[in-house]
């Protein structure tokens, strides 16, 4: 799902309204369409639940808003229909180079030979790029808290609202998400680990004392979850995207911060065109497909198709989620598309994302994936890897008694 609503850009003083117009400059420069400077009243009607304190601001009106996770599953169901052969848990700890390739090396010792690799690492760019033999560069973080917010939320605003932004950040976001809930973040803070993925009291008053700032309804009792993210910044402190010079046939990928997202498109586009300058032949594909399966949320059909869809499979029927009302026919069908973790599930149906924040649906989620792939609730992990919901033990006792957890 993709939403045009929309982005404002909001100001406090007149000094902030300068930086505002310079934005606006910049935007005209670079032939956005529609951006325009608004005075305090245009934009409270723009957006009424702005801080009535605003100066003034710019308006974007061809921002707009993704469901990242949807996006980014329907470009590798579509690469898969096409012939990609997609390894998940394939962790490269080496590299050796042959005449006319490399030869990758995973933990277990598997191998795969590839021409030419794509190193798109996020974070850990730096460690692949090392393994190559390739350049030396250091990936340093910047560490981003969110807020998520529950779909009941006052705050939920029409546009994406940003505050104006400083040098090393956008600043705290208060964000509609296509889902329907409120998103306010991020935070942006330096650290040194690549799992850092914790959040603190401290930065969750920091957030929503600078939302509370744009708009005065956000309210901590609406918070339904917290999470971190990563972004990798190398040393020229802008995207790195080159073929290697020190190993011609490796495409460098690397430090793709904020807007990752909006530039991936582009990026893709740029990079194929890396691949070809590197000497890979590419020919079009003759029987391309460019459909993959719409899969139904029972929650978004009118009341008849709904029906209809439960006749034919009673298991649309069957609420597991009933914060996000998602069926168990739903989940099957995610797990039959490969998704057999509890956040593949989650991110391909939001099955766990509302208010409980699956604590009700978690339970009845693993005995399906139990029953759909025979796995044991023992081998059952959270995102793959080594994240297993239960030690060996719980396991042992979950198959012996079915009512163990």
């Known amino acids: 799902p993709f939403n045009r609503c ?64 949807r996006f980014v599953f329907a470009l590798v169901e579509s690469a898969v229909r096409n012939g990609v052969k997609l390894l998940t848990d394939w962790h490269l700890v080496g590299v050796t180079e042959q005449e006319n390739h490399y030869l990758l090396r995973n933990e277990r010792g598997e191998e795969i030979i590839s021409r030419y690799v794509v190193n798109a690492a996020g974070v850990h760019a730096d460690t692949v790029s090392k393994l190559f033999n390739a350049e030396h560069f250091e990936i340093s973080l910047r560490k981003g808290e969110e807020f998520l917010m529950d779909r009941n939320a006052k705050a939920y605003p029409s546009k994406v609202l940003f505050p104006v932004p400083s040098i090393h950040s956008k600043g705290t976001l208060v964000i509609p998400t296509v889902e329907g809930t409120t998103m306010i973040g991020p935070t942006s803070e330096p650290t040194t680990s690549k799992d850092d993925f914790s959040t603190s009291k ?20 609406d918070v339904i979850t917290s999470f971190t993210g990563l972004r990798p910044l190398v040393d020229s402190d802008d995207f790195y995207i080159a073929i290697s010079e020190k190993a011609p046939r490796l495409i460098q990928v690397a430090g793709i911060q904020s807007p990752g997202l909006t530039a991936s498109p582009a990026i893709a586009e740029y990079v194929k065109d890396l691949l070809k300058k590197a000497g890979l032949s590419l020919l079009e594909k003759t029987h391309y497909d460019p459909y993959i399966e719409k899969i139904p949320r029972i929650r978004d059909l009118p009341p008849q198709e709904a029906d209809a869809l439960i006749a034919q499979n009673p298991a649309y029927g069957e609420i597991v989620c009933r914060c996000e009302k998602i069926s168990e026919g739903e989940i099957i069908s995610a797990i039959r598309h490969g998704h057999t973790t509890l956040d593949g599930i989650k991110f391909y149906t939001r099955a766990q994302m509302g208010r409980c924040q699956g604590g009700f649906c978690t339970h009845r989620i693993l005995k399906i994936i139990e029953r759909e792939t025979g796995l044991t609730i023992a081998e059952i992990t959270k995102r793959g890897s080594n994240s297993y919901i239960a030690s060996q033990l719980v396991g042992d006792l979950v198959v012996e008694d079915n009512h163990a957890l």
């Open 6 to 69: 929309g982005i404002l850009v909001v100001a406090f003083s007149d000094e902030e309204m300068r930086t505002v117009e310079q934005l606006y400059r910049q935007g005209v420069a670079n032939h956005a369409v529609g951006i325009e400077l608004c005075n305090r009243e245009r934009l409270l009607s723009l957006e009424p639940k702005l801080n009535a304190d605003v100066v003034g601001g710019l308006h974007a009106p061809n921002g707009g808003i993704i469901e990242p996770y």
């Open 202 to 221: 401290e930065n969750f008053e920091k957030v929503f004392y600078n939302a509370r700032r744009l708009v005065p309804v956000v309210s901590e009792r």
